[in-house]
Structure formats: C-alpha cells, structure tokens
C-alpha cells in the first residue's frame, strides 16, 4: 500500500522564482511524474498558499491539492494544522523550514547556510528566522536533504547534525528548449536589453553574497586592458544591500534587472561566458544552466561551485579581483579554450538532471516514512 506523502508547495506559484523556488517546482512535477510509474503509487498532497494554475502541475489520480489562503504564519499555522487534520505518513518541506508543531516524521531540504556565513548580508530578523527554523528542522526532521558535500558540510558544522541524517541530493538542472539557443533567440534578447554583440554575463540577484562589487572591479580592470572589447550583463533583480556604488563610473555594465526563464537562456547563450564568483553557494544553478547552453564558466573555488563545476569551467579565487580579470582575458583571447570548456561543460551538465532528483528524493522519503524521529 502506498504511502500518503504532504508536499509543501507553497514557494511553486511565484511568479518571480529564484533557486529555491525553481527547485520545489522542478522536483514536485517530476516527483508527480515518477509517482505515476510506481507499481503501488503514493498519494501525494500538495499544499498551496496561493491557488495555483490548472496546469502548473501534470493532472494525476493520485495527487490532491490543498489551499491555505493564509497570508502571515503559514507555514506554523495553517500549513501544520493541515497536517494535523490530514494525519500524512510523512511531510516533505523542500526549503529549510518544517512546521513547528506537525504529526508523524519530516524531510527538509537545507539549500545553503549563506547566513551563517554572512549574516550581514541578511536583514537581523530575516537571520534569526533562518538561525531558529533551521536549527529545528534539522533536529525534527527524520532525513535531511542538502544540496551539496558543501552543505552537508555546513550542517555537521553549525548545527552537529549526524552524518548519517544528511541525504546529498543533487537537484537538477532544466536544460534550454533548443530555440531558446537560437541566433534569433539571442538577437530578440540583445535587442530587447539593447546590448552589444559581445558581452560577459552574471546571473543572480544582486546582493554582497554574490560578490558583484569584485565583478564589477575585475571587469573594470580587463576593459581598461581591452577597449570596447565587450560590455557585462548583470542579469538579476537588486536584492538585500545593494550598493549603486558598486556600478558607479564603470562603463558597459548593464545591469538589466530580473529576467525570465527565456531571456535567461537565450542571455547566457550569446554570452562570451557566465562570471559567476560567488562568494557562497549551496547549489548554483546558473554554472549549470550556462553550460547547458554551451557557455563558458568562470567562476568561484569555494563552497558547492567546485563540485557542480567539476573540471568543465575556470575556477577562480573569488577575492581575488585580479584573478577574475584573468579568467575573463583567457576566455576572451583563446577560441580554443571556450571550444573545450563548451565541450565539457556540456557533458557536466547533462550530469545533474530532475529525474534523478526526484528518484532519490522519493527514496528518502520512502526511508524516512519507516524511520522514528
């Protein structure tokens, strides 16, 4: 007999979606698509703040859906009162934080720990949240999925979570449908942002995390060294302590704002490379989706970059501005080099796919539907 599994789905319905929302819609329509093949499927429960599209999620038999339009606490309120009525054999909160009071046994997702790492970079009562649900759900939850060996990490660190709690569940990468990649695709996208034909791309909200201050700085210095050799595309919304002076008397930085999931490939797929020199990342989803689209990465040696990125991109001291402004002149001045970090970036990429994710997800919240918290 299957199981009957509560799915928090609440972060699926915004219209502006960052990492950790693509993750929770991404692994929920292949967890419903994989349920399906099942010779005993489970029931699945998708919990909803917002009434979401009729076709946000494949129709099945074996998924109920469920909205809680409440707009403050409702993940502590109505979401675990939810629970407590619909008695589920397991939960499943895909991003950090279960119910304070709920029946049964939980599985989390812990994305990253940024905030341990930087706390100045998050509001104070934002990272005391982050500090007190984390702390929680780590201890509540009968399996934890993490991102990364990074975050894994992280958690055995911070909070002595035991090693054999932690599942490291890669999440998967949607590849570019291919006319997104498309010349015309990519000439629509530099017309629309009015850019030039040549440029370096960021992807990712705007905030110190992402180290855009020391982007900026190295673009700076390679443009000095390289007149009107090509502009930078900041493609992302401006987050929590952004600095105007970060772009302040640096000519051809474009920052263009948030961008949709099509601009998005057809942005990275006209780009000499995707600079991405994170200073933290628990998963970085556009190191994979720039590959995907056969664009050249630079990008950090620190946190989860190094694993994602393999052997299939340039790594680079992140706070080393001069280090960043060298991978940028070697992509720039070597065809043969973006020729084979192309190459290999394909064949990474193809390594991190949602159908795996969602085969190993559900196996853990098999495990943990038969594991006593």
């Excluded at 110190?208 to 930078?232: C, E, H, T, Y």
């Excluded at 490379?273 to 720039?290: I, K, N, Q, R, T």
Aim: proline fraction near 7%; aromatic fraction near 10%; glycine fraction near 6%.
């Amino acid at each position: 007999m299957g199981l009957q599994i509560a799915i928090d789905a609440s972060r699926t319905t915004r219209a502006q979606t960052t990492g950790t929302e693509h993750y929770a819609l991404e692994l929920t329509r292949h967890l419903i698509a994989l349920n399906e093949g099942q010779d005993d499927p489970h029931q699945l429960t998708l919990y909803f703040r917002d009434i979401p599209p009729p076709d946000l999620f494949p129709p099945s038999p074996h998924v109920q859906q469920r909205v809680i339009p409440l707009r403050r606490l409702w993940t502590h309120v109505g979401f675990a009162a939810a629970l407590n009525r619909d008695r589920p054999d397991v939960t499943f909160v895909p991003a950090h934080t279960l119910p304070v009071a709920f029946p049964g046994r939980g599985v989390v997702t812990v994305h990253d720990l940024g905030y341990r790492y930087f706390p100045q970079a998050h509001p104070r009562h934002h990272r005391l949240y982050l500090d007190v649900t984390t702390h929680y759900s780590v201890q509540r939850a009968a399996c934890i999925l993490a991102d990364s060996e990074a975050t894994a990490s992280d958690l055995q660190q911070f909070y002595n979570v035991s090693d054999d709690k932690i599942r490291v569940v890669y999440p998967g990468v949607t590849p570019p449908l291919a006319e997104m990649t498309f010349n015309s695709a990519i000439a629509r996208v530099r017309d629309k942002y009015k850019l030039p034909q040549h440029y370096f791309i960021f992807v990712g909200t705007l905030q110190p995390r992402k180290n855009i201050a020391r982007l900026v700085q190295a673009f700076d210095r390679w443009s000095q060294a390289n007149p009107g050799g090509a502009a930078l595309v900041l493609a992302g919304g401006r987050g929590w302590m952004f600095d105007e002076a970060w772009l302040q008397d640096v000519p051809n930085v474009y920052p263009i704002g948030y961008i949709s999931e099509e601009d998005k490939y057809a942005l990275l797929s006209g780009a000499l490379a995707l600079v991405f020199p994170s200073l933290y990342e628990g998963f970085g989803f556009p190191v994979l989706e720039a590959m995907h689209c056969g664009t050249p990465v630079i990008t950090s040696n620190t946190s989860s970059l190094p694993e994602l990125a393999g052997n299939a991109a340039l790594l680079v001291d992140p706070l080393n501005v001069s280090e960043i402004a060298t991978a940028m002149d070697l992509i720039f001045s070597h065809g043969h080099l973006r020729y084979r970090l192309r190459a290999k970036g394909y064949r990474q990429a193809e390594k991190f796919t949602w159908e795996r994710t969602a085969q190993k997800t559900l196996k853990v919240l098999e495990e943990a539907a038969g594991v006593g918290v």
